[in-house]
């Protein structure tokens, strides 16, 4: 930052806390507006011409040896005069500039008069940054960079807003301990170190650690109240997102070439764990079948939708599997993580018969339902403005060829109604395809023929650049003869429907890319496909697919680096963005489970050490029985003999505190007085009175040159001699007092 118009004067011990502070705070911003410009929700110029002002700011405070101090571009009163000439300018963006960027988002209002709030901040950020001259400008330059990143996480919540957080975090306290220090250091007599010496870089290192472990405490700390904090309803994160990619081709009238301009994108559109990989060739992600065609468009004939409600475990019962393809398939649980695509459709595998997620929206007042059409489409009523979770089971079909033979030609009338439609084909179409099918015997036979020719007849070709005509499809057969996922099916679909084989065209994805370390699929947009799905009576409809594969280029070199940040960032919208009260469970379910596995570690380790103790005093009493039984026997003899002498001192003491615990009252005890007396003894032989063998105990205490402790003896041997030799009881408390003074007089 700019030094002060007036500047205080500051101690030369401030020096070093003054630019730790403008350093961080000038990070601190940078990090804010750099995080809103990642979101990739803002206008390519408001996304380019904020950082490049803030990093040429930077270019000109960073200190560079021989150059004073730069002080303040802009001054006070123009810097006011700047943000007021703005205002005007604001509900001009608002209504007209943001209002056009807005287009395609979920509430156009609401989006253009958040842009037009972040073009204000990011405005007024930039003034004040040319403009900051004291302690009041740069408080304030903080308020501003941290209202940049809220509004960061109001267009977006994922892993790189994760990252530019932690590093907003980390500025963030750094520039509070700068402040502090800095406010501390004002006045101080000694002087800093130079801003280029080795204590310098030490001070600055110093506060750079304590400022990131500072960070990482309080993201652990977080985290854990985050974790643990009860929820009640779907993950809050999971709604933060105004500006959807909306994707078409997956509604109920899809022209041909809308997949076509899909799969020309890259982006993430969902990403689906199912235990491992899949089945080559069984697995597609169904969105929508449709079963009209016009020549140029695809459109569902069957408006009519049911309504599928969840149970009380949240199950939605969704389609009807017949048994001969239940017997025929595999069961397949899977989890998919929707990004918001502003689309209703929810992908399935084939067959889908369950189904869980939370697809009320957020604002449905807790109403949660799927839409299911006469083509077992399934779709959400309120569209996925935000990321979704969801859950299901399938019976993927894998029926033999040789039973799909054998099917019966026998169609229910729905399907002949609605699966044979034609629109007016040029001649050549139908011609084709029985020239194709010459030698087919079944409707299998024919399927399969028709999907071998175009898939081995036609090259595949995203390129769109080229009008189709009238009539795209005659085109595509007979003049291009390349194309995509589209045109391969609807020639298919339609070839059939000559050959009076029922048939409809799907709209989905390909499984998508499979990512070892996270154990999930990612599917993108360039995923998106197209493929046929033919009806056989008993066993309902089987896919078939005439598109040939793509010439895929071969993956980059720093491919296996983003499949760990897809790992981040599905573990980052799994357990941050969608966390809501059923993980909260599954969470608890695992920290369960964990410490059970804990506990069954631990008390399997105390067995075996129990084990190894207890075989080691086996072997130990095995050698002990044997030969050499003797020579252990005297040793411990010898040992009991040491420890008896040593242990003699103890003995006594804890023998005597056991009789006066359990001795009767007022009962003749002649061991207890025995072994008071030697506790007297003892305590008397400390002081260097031992009694002679030949002295009699009244001897013994009338010899002792002290009348006080001569006294004090000669009662408690009056009291031993009694309780000893003349029957009388024990008065262990009165000889204890006397002990005690006795002990007494021997400290004077």
Not at 152 to 158: I, K, N
Not at 276 to 295: N, Y
Not at 408 to 437: G, M, N, W
Request: net charge positive; hydrophobic share 50%; aromatic share 12%.
């Amino acid at each position: 930052m700019a030094t002060q118009a007036a500047p205080a004067v500051l101690a030369p011990d401030a020096a070093s806390a003054d630019r730790f502070f403008r350093a961080s705070l000038y990070l601190l911003v940078l990090t804010g507006v750099l995080t809103l410009a990642s979101t990739g929700k803002l206008d390519p110029l408001a996304a380019f011409l904020a950082p490049i002002g803030v990093l040429i700011k930077g270019w000109r405070f960073w200190p560079r040896p021989g150059r004073p101090e730069p002080r303040p571009e802009l001054s006070h009163r123009l810097a006011t005069l700047l943000v007021l000439l703005y205002l005007p300018v604001f509900p001009a963006d608002v209504f007209y500039v943001s209002r056009s960027l807005a287009q395609g988002a979920p509430n156009p209002i609401l989006y253009s008069g958040l842009l037009g709030a972040i073009h204000l901040l990011l405005f007024v950020l930039l003034v004040r940054l040319y403009s900051a001259a004291s302690d009041r400008d740069f408080f304030f330059l903080a308020l501003l960079a941290f209202s940049a990143l809220l509004a960061a996480a109001v267009l977006t919540v994922d892993t790189v807003f994760l990252a530019m957080f932690f590093a907003f975090l980390t500025f963030g306290v750094a520039a509070l301990i700068g402040a502090e220090m800095r406010r501390s250091a004002r006045g101080a007599a000694p002087a800093s170190p130079a801003a280029e010496s080795s204590a310098a870089r030490r001070f600055y290192g110093g506060l750079a650690a304590s400022s990131v472990f500072l960070a990482l405490g309080s993201v652990v700390l977080g985290a854990c109240v985050f974790f643990v904090l009860p929820r009640f309803a779907a993950g809050y994160f999971s709604y933060l997102n105004l500006r959807p990619a909306l994707m078409t081709g997956f509604s109920d009238n899809v022209e041909l070439g809308q997949i076509g301009e899909i799969k020309k994108s890259s982006e993430v559109v969902m990403r689906v764990r199912a235990g491992g990989l899949l089945p080559a060739g069984l697995v597609r992600w169904r969105g929508i079948a449709l079963t009209t065609f016009d020549g140029r468009r695809w459109s569902t004939g069957r408006p009519a939708s049911a309504i599928a409600l969840p149970e009380m475990n949240g199950w939605i019962a969704v389609g009807h599997v017949p048994v001969s393809v239940q017997r025929r398939s595999f069961l397949l649980p899977y989890t998919v993580l929707l990004e918001p695509i502003a689309s209703d459709a929810i992908f399935v595998p084939p067959e889908a018969f369950l189904v869980r997620g939370r697809f009320s929206g957020a604002g449905a007042g807790g109403r949660n339902f799927l839409s299911e059409d006469e083509n077992g489409s399934l779709s959400n009523p309120f569209p996925n403005y935000a990321l979704l979770r969801y859950e299901g089971l399938s019976f993927v079909p894998a029926i033999p060829a040789a039973e799909l033979r054998a099917a019966s030609r026998d169609y229910p009338q729905p399907v002949r109604s609605a699966d044979l439609q034609l629109p007016a084909l040029d001649p050549r179409i139908p011609a084709l395809a029985r020239q194709i099918t010459a030698s087919a015997k079944t409707p299998y036979d024919q399927a399969a023929a028709l999907e071998s020719y175009l898939r081995t007849r036609f090259a595949y070709s995203l390129d769109l650049r080229r009008d189709p005509g009238a009539d795209p499809l005659a085109h595509f057969l007979f003049v291009r003869r390349a194309g995509h996922c589209e045109y391969f099916a609807s020639a298919m679909t339609v070839m059939l429907r000559s050959l009076g084989v029922p048939a409809r065209y799907v709209n989905g994805f390909l499984p998508g890319e499979y990512n070892d370390v996270a154990g999930d699929y990612i599917v993108r947009a360039s995923d998106a496909h197209s493929w046929v799905e033919v009806y056989f009576p008993g066993y309902d409809w089987v896919t078939f697919d005439p598109t040939p594969p793509s010439n895929d280029s071969a993956r980059a070199w720093y491919a296996r680096l983003e499949n760990y940040w897809d790992w981040a960032a599905l573990n980052w919208n799994e357990w941050i963005i969608n966390y809501d009260f059923a993980h909260q469970v599954n969470l608890g379910r695992q920290f369960q489970a964990a410490s059970r596995h804990w506990t069954a570690s631990a008390s399997q380790s105390l067995d075996a050490f129990h084990h190894r103790i207890k075989r080691r005093l086996e072997a130990l009493q095995a050698r002990i029985s044997s030969a050499r039984l003797a020579s252990f026997l005297a040793l411990a003899a010898a040992a009991g003999i040491v420890l008896l002498i040593a242990g003699g001192r103890f003995l006594l003491p804890l023998l005597t505190w056991w009789k006066l615990r359990t001795a009767p009252v007022n009962r003749p005890d002649p061991q207890l007085a025995t072994l008071l007396y030697h506790r007297m003894l003892a305590m008397l032989g400390r002081r260097g009175r031992a009694k002679r063998p030949s002295e009699t105990p009244f001897e013994f205490a009338a010899a002792c040159p002290s009348p006080d402790l001569a006294q004090a003896l000669g009662e408690f041997t009056s009291l031993y001699e009694h309780a000893r030799f003349g029957a009388a009881p024990c008065q262990a408390a009165l000889m204890q007092q006397l002990l005690a003074r006795v002990r007494l007089l021997l400290r004077r």
